[in-house]
């Protein structure tokens, strides 16, 4: 099959031939038929597999078969890096086309986004609970809303936003086009999808599994000697770009001093940081100018650089589902990756539970010359250095730990001067899971 068999029209066409794009992905074969002729679709895959011109293209098709005024299509996406992505790939995609769209986030100030919606947007990429803000306030209006897509269905359920989706949708005309896409499809969503997408078909590719193009290899190590071996690797074997993952965003702070200290050139991503320093980092990643990126799961879903060579787990993930995830960074299209991760004796449990989702067991591989029986202890990350004495006058008090502290919220809530009521979910879910890696400071009374 080729892209031409789609009929798209022309000046899409053009711009898929000037991605380079020929032959379409096993998803983008099934999906975009089902999506140009208009019908509800569910698409089961994870992420790597070109799922997102699977919307893009159908919807961009679509607008300009139909010229009208006003906001005709909705993605929903649970992170403010995915919307981003998105948004840039409709931008790419549609040039030419003179359709507008437009990103809306929490983590930044909400004028821009008021002037872009107020302006007149085609289609909007929103997360869950910014976009109930602008609906509150006013400035974004969904009732001309011919295309809903849910992309990564399941992590916005994991992230805890069914409820203002639910909001988002009894907003929504009942008579339109829904697609819901997802890496695997749990009781609560298959709910979700067959009120929300009815009679939809449904296209699995590659569920729980992940690409065939990745090498996977576990590297046994005793606690206090991870941070070790994971400096050993970076230093020793041939690698491009690689995607470091911990569980906790102070142990990501904690490893990326050690990284930069031998010398590599490295940055960090995690919920702490601000928009502009994630985007910084990001987008150093993707330019080469930072070879090592540091990340929490947040970047797992919807993170898209290319020519990722490695993605090492510091930190074993909890589920398989995460496991497939943090590794779908690497080993896109037909590029090949591996996937190393470090594992302590108290792993066990975990290592199995990936070993059964993958249907395989895994590589246990030993780096020559480490020493693994090294007595003197790495720096535990997940030690803390001592606080200095509480401090007897006010004038007195250190200024508080920056890791330490919760990223400002000023940005995400609505201006107290303009009036306006508040409406649905904190924007900050958008960027975070509820659950906290670290508590706040406890401050002096």
Do not use: W
């Not at 606080?387 to 201006?415: E, G, S, Y």
Request: glycine share 8%; proline share 7%.
């Amino acid at each position: 099959m080729n892209f031409l068999d789609f009929e798209l029209h022309p000046t899409l066409m053009a711009n898929v031939r000037a991605q380079g794009f020929v032959e379409p992905t096993p998803i983008q074969a099934e999906g975009i038929p089902i999506a140009l002729a208009g019908g509800n679709l569910i698409g089961l895959a994870q992420t790597g597999t070109g799922k997102t011109a699977v919307f893009v293209l159908p919807i961009l098709h679509r607008l300009l078969l139909a010229r009208q005024v006003g906001t005709r299509a909705l993605i929903i996406t649970p992170t403010r890096e995915l919307a981003e992505q998105i948004n840039e790939t409709i931008i790419v995609l549609g040039k030419g086309t003179g359709l507008r769209s437009a990103a809306i986030y929490g983590g930044v100030g909400m004028e821009p986004q008021e002037r872009a919606l107020r302006s007149g947007v085609d289609i909007v990429v929103a997360c869950p609970g910014r976009l109930l803000d602008h609906m509150g306030r006013g400035t974004a209006r969904l009732d001309g809303v011919q295309t809903l897509v849910l992309d990564e269905a399941d992590r916005m359920l994991d992230m805890g936003f069914l409820p203002a989706i639910r909001r988002v949708l009894a907003a929504l005309p009942t008579r339109r086009q829904t697609m819901l896409f997802s890496a695997t499809l749990p009781d609560e969503l298959s709910e979700l999808a067959a009120t929300t997408a009815p009679g939809a078909k449904i296209i699995q590719i590659g569920l729980v599994r992940p690409a065939h193009t990745i090498t996977h290899a576990i590297y046994p190590v005793a606690p206090h000697r991870k941070t070790a071996l994971l400096l050993d690797l970076l230093h020793k074997a041939d690698t491009g770009s690689v995607l470091v993952f911990t569980r906790t965003k102070h142990r990501a702070n904690r490893l990326l001093q050690q990284i930069v200290h031998q010398g590599h050139s490295a940055a960090v991503l995690h919920s702490n940081k601000s928009q502009n320093q994630r985007q910084l980092a990001l987008d150093g990643f993707r330019d080469g100018r930072f070879r090592i990126l540091v990340a929490t799961d947040i970047a797992a879903r919807g993170l898209d650089v290319e020519r990722i060579s490695h993605v090492i787990n510091y930190d074993i993930p909890d589920t398989a589902d995460a496991y497939i995830h943090r590794i779908g960074r690497t080993g896109r299209a037909t590029r090949t990756g591996d996937a190393f991760t470090l594992v302590t004796p108290e792993d066990g449990a975990e290592v199995r539970m990936i070993e059964r989702a993958l249907g395989a067991s895994l590589e246990r591989r030993q780096l020559a010359g480490f020493d693994y029986n090294a007595q003197v202890p790495a720096v535990n990350l997940d030690e803390r250095p001592p606080r200095p004495p509480r401090p007897t006058r006010r004038d007195d008090r250190p200024a508080p730990r920056r890791d330490d502290q919760p990223a400002p919220r000023r940005d995400d809530r609505p201006a107290a001067r303009s009036g306006a009521p508040r409406s649905g979910a904190p924007s900050r879910r958008d960027e975070q899971p509820p659950r906290r890696d670290i508590r706040p400071t406890r401050r002096s009374a």
